[in-house]
Nanobody, 112 residues
Framework: EVQLVESGGGLVQPGGSLRLSCAVS????????MNWVRQAPGTGVEWVAT????????IYDDSVNGRFTISRYVAKSTLYLQMNRLKPEDTAVYYC?????RGQGTQVTVSS
């Protein structure tokens, strides 16, 4: 059974940084394409970033490109999202996603 457990969210001031983690199990993590998505209050789910299936390259939405970095640490079975230069509009619940499966999410709030 695929399990995804996010952590690392919190309250941060504009311009600050956070690193989100997603602990994974139940599938071959090393060669799986995975996504980070987010959902702000009253809006739909928005794609943020993808780590590719074999090359581990990151693909990003324009709104986060240059500020966010997706990566994986296979030995720890963990997917990461490093978020720098955060903006109030980054406020959302962030989820890691494999196919149609998501975790429970972690709240990120960017506010002064």
């Amino acid at each position: 059974e695929v399990q995804l457990v996010e952590s690392g969210g919190g309250l941060v001031q504009p311009g600050g940084s956070l690193r989100l983690s997603c602990a994974v199990s139940g599938f071959t993590f090393s060669n799986a394409a995975m996504n980070w998505v987010r959902q702000a209050p009253g809006t739909g789910v928005e794609w943020v970033a993808t780590i590719t299936e074999h090359g581990n390259a990151g693909i990003y939405d324009d709104s986060v490109n240059g500020r966010f970095t997706i990566s994986r640490y296979v030995a720890k079975s963990t997917l990461y999202l490093q978020m720098n230069r955060l903006k109030p509009e980054d406020t959302a619940v962030y989820y890691c996603q494999l196919g149609r499966v998501r975790g429970q999410g972690t709240q990120v709030t960017v506010s002064s």
